[in-house]
């Protein structure tokens, strides 16, 4: 990761709750979402699953490179993450706590420094301290002509 190239992804929809999520500036192939029925037909996973299993994949690749800046090669390691959706005060699905577990083949003596490299691994997972901290999301609507119809308007003043 870039520490000037910002992170570009574009969403197109495909059907009712279906988006195909295009990953731009890479060579990677689209991603189907789908919400669960009855909004949609779970033709993909949906935003709420996206984000468990981002912070689930930042914390094991985070894992293995504190894993293997302290010299150890690991077998192919598992996450597991679980949240339960519960609604807020005022009615909406939140996932308000999640629980990831790590699973490391092998036993802990086969590592070296594996405390130092527990004490530490979180802080390499960009997802995880992201999503701990709060993530400040600016949101714009714009209408087919390009017009500002939510955020900043500033630059409209004079229109």
């Known amino acids: ?4 190239t910002p992170i570009r992804i574009t969403l197109e929809q495909d059907s009712d709750y279906a988006f195909r999520v295009i990953f731009d500036d890479t060579a990677l192939e689209p991603l189907l979402t789908d919400e669960p029925t009855p909004l949609g037909h779970d033709r993909g996973p ?3 699953r996206l984000l468990l299993a981002s912070v689930a994949n930042c914390l094991a690749a985070s894992l293995l490179f504190a894993l293997r800046k302290h010299r ?5 390691l598992r996450a597991e993450i679980c949240a339960l959706p519960t609604r807020n005060e005022h009615g909406r699905w939140r996932i308000a706590s999640a629980k990831a577990t790590l699973h490391l083949p092998g036993h802990n003596a086969d590592y070296h420094d594996l405390e130092r490299v527990l004490e530490q691994f979180e802080d390499f ?3 995880t301290q992201s999503v701990r901290q709060g993530i400040d999301v600016e949101v714009e609507v714009l209408d087919g002509e390009g017009r500002v119809l939510l955020g900043d308007k500033t630059f409209e003043a004079g229109a």
């Open 46 to 48: 949906n935003p709420a």
């Open 1 to 4: 990761m870039s520490d000037n």
């Open 72 to 76: 150890n090669a690991p077998g192919p």
């Open 125 to 127: 997972c960009v997802v």
